[in-house]
């Protein structure tokens, strides 16, 4: 029995919320396998209080990094701030942070979902949008946790930012696997699809814009004296 016809014949039976924290500490078992299983297990409300979750803990660690980095220290060391209310002022711009966080995570967790359904469907892919949310909400929410945490890090002088970009640069690379994982299973790709579909934004919104801008660099003189010329010619009165 393949894929196709084991989600047809099985019914699905969506988890209640409270055992999805039990999934992201599985992280390290999540394999094509792990993926089938779950597939049965589509929710979208589950999906959205993943997500949720993840932006308010990523808007907390984010404001507690903002006052650790510099404003908790200013004020530490400095009377002249607590006089003229440097924590009130500077905990504004941490509020905008906090929020702008809680407003864009998860925006930008169905948009960039919404794009590569798209590319999917170009490859063919076979599977449901909720169902590929669903899957990759599984490993974004403690993978983005993680990342979360490890910024902290960064505020350990000289080698914590060192450390800070060997962990998140680690945690690109496994969730570029898992997502490869999880697209297989979805729509039923082999691996050059799946791959190609996660491929295909980076290409259009990347490398073409950049290889535009170098041959208009490159040719731009040449095209500027063509219609230097074309305009003179244009001018110049006819004998």
Known sequence: MNLEEQT?????????????????????????????????????????????????????????????????????????????GLFSQSGIPILLLCCFGLFMIPLGFYIHNGITYVCCKIFGGKGSFSAQAYLNSLYIVPFGLLSGLASLLSLIPIIGAFIFFVLVFGIMIAQFIYTIRSLKVVHQFTTGRAVSAILLPLIVFLVIPVCLIAILALMGPQIGNVFSNILTEIGTPVP
Do not use: D, H, K
Request: net charge negative; no cysteine.
């Open 8 to 84: 047809q014949t099985s019914e699905n039976t969506p988890r209640p919320f409270s055992e999805i924290p039990g999934l992201w500490m599985q992280l390290g078992q999540m394999t094509e396998s792990f993926f089938s299983r779950e597939l049965l297990r589509v929710n979208g409300a589950n999906t959205i209080y993943g997500i949720m979750i993840y932006a308010i803990a990523s808007a907390i660690i984010s404001g507690v990094q903002s006052l650790l980095s510099g404003t908790l220290e200013s004020i530490q060391n400095s009377e002249i701030a607590l006089e003229t």
